[in-house]
């Protein structure tokens, strides 16, 4: 039984690429999570989903950043024209449908580096 | 700014001691939860204590909170060199569907 699945787990990136990270949550599970951790500090809220809906974007920055949980396949949070300021840990969390203030499932993380 | 505010930032106990790492919060909570995040990995959901719960254990975690003081408590009994990690505290706060992390605690165990 799978747990929360995050690719890459490092991704090198120079400035001006963008980048995609993927999370594919727990099996049953329909909300996901992306939080954004910085070195020595604890996790930022950016953006929760359900299939094909964004529930609450107000910790995603209003440029550049954007994320989807499509019917199918994993969700993709995407970084467009990277700078080095989104280097950090960004981490995926899901939890089951009805969620009513449960415990997060967390993957393991990709580590953003952008040269 | 952040809902969760831990104290202390850091703590280097002996093995065998217990470790006590507080938190407090700003609003209102449906649930207050901790958590553990090992050196480059994912966190791992500990303990979930609710608004209306003072006290909760489980092995030789003991949670407490005081809604009144806005502050939560998380007590590591026995500590082993295995609980070296990071804790953080999450609060589930009302009308938001969406955890609020602090800026956690870096414990260390010395064996």
């Known amino acids: 039984n799978a747990g929360v699945m995050q690719n890459p787990r490092h991704l090198v990136r120079r400035r001006g690429q963008e980048a995609r990270l993927r999370c594919s949550p727990m099996k049953g599970h329909s909300h996901v999570y992306w939080y954004r951790q910085l070195p020595e500090e604890g996790l930022k809220f950016m953006v929760y989903?359900?299939?094909?809906?964004?529930?609450?974007e107000s910790g995603m920055p209003k440029e550049r950043f954007s994320a989807e949980f499509p019917k199918e396949g994993p969700s993709i949070l995407r970084i467009q024209q990277v700078v080095r300021g989104d280097s950090a840990a960004y981490f995926c969390?899901?939890?089951?449908?009805?969620?009513?203030?449960?415990?997060?499932?967390f993957g393991s993380g990709t580590q953003l580096s952008v040269l | 700014s952040q809902q969760g505010e831990e104290d202390p930032q850091a703590l280097s106990i002996q093995e065998g001691e217990n470790a006590t790492m507080n938190c407090s919060y700003k609003?209102?909570?449906?649930?207050l939860q901790w958590y553990r995040q090992n050196s480059g990995r994912g966190l791992v959901h500990l303990i979930l204590?609710?608004?209306?719960?003072r006290e909760k254990h489980s092995g030789r975690l003991r949670v407490t909170l005081d809604t009144s003081k806005k502050s939560s408590s998380l007590l590591i009994t026995a500590s082993r060199a295995a609980d070296t990690a990071s804790y953080f505290c999450?609060?589930?706060?009302?009308?938001?569907?969406?955890?609020?992390f602090g800026q956690g605690t870096r414990l260390t165990i010395n064996p």
């Open positions: 969390a899901s939890s089951p449908p009805g969620w009513a203030d449960e415990k997060l499932f």
């Open positions: 999450a609060t589930s706060i009302q009308g938001a569907q969406k955890l609020v």
């Open positions: 204590i609710r608004s209306n719960e």
């Open positions: 609003t209102s909570i449906n649930n």
């Open positions: 989903l359900q299939k094909e809906n964004i529930i609450d």
